[in-house]
């Protein structure tokens, strides 16, 4: 059974070894003309049919499948659509039109913070994005000094997040999303947060997790850390798919659309 227009489709028939299905995904934004300085005040033009749009398709037609532990590379200039892209699939957004087909527990690191509470510790926040994710607070227990171990942040915590820097933050979550080891993980540009030594010791846990089959999305302008990461890649123009496939093949064509 094919549902369209349903972001969470459950197809019948699937190929179980398929970890992630979209068909014909379309994501249209109405961008308002005027300017409007209160939320009273759009209302008022609301009502009156004052508001102008300018419809905006941000992604149009894209159709793919991911295998489990496939890791796919997405690139593309900025505003081609990658981020709309994750967060479509990772039902942050309802897409337009299309189809979204998943098999287990997605992880998104998306926005730094994202799934975050801004106002509680950093260890509340671990409780609380693994409630996020699903898990039980008794599981989160037994991870805990993991991940804590993991981010490098136990003299900061106790401390609430909003006193967190953005690098910190990355930790955090990266730290909680990877060590429930999700079916499958999304990952936008948070590799290119904090140090170098965080950035080498990341990537060597995502290179771990592949073992176990991982299935993982991974946006990033960095083509070495494509190369050193993924085995599929593929190319958002515009909001459209120019092509996926194997890694090598796809970082060429990138490259000579970026000289």
Known sequence: MSVKNNIFDYKLNIDENVALSLSDIGMRFNLSRERVDSLKEYFIKLMQHELKFDEFWALKGVSF???KGDRV????LNGAGKSTLMKVIAGVFRATEGSVFKQGVIAPMIELGAGFDMQYTGLE???LY?????YPRKFMEEKVDEI????????FIDVPLKNY???MKARLGFAIATVVKPDILILDEVLS????KFRKKSEKKLLDMMDSETTVLFV???IDQIRRICNKALILEQGRLVTYGDMEDVVARYEDMIK
């Open 165 to 167: 820097s953005s690098g």
């Open 125 to 127: 926040n671990i409780y």
């Open 65 to 67: 499948d991911v295998k």
């Open 220 to 222: 990033s302008h960095n």
């Open 193 to 196: 947060v904090g140090d170098a």
């Open 130 to 134: 693994g409630a996020v994710l699903g």
């Open 148 to 155: 804590i171990e993991f981010t490098e942040l136990k003299n």
């Open 73 to 76: 590379g997405v690139l593309g």
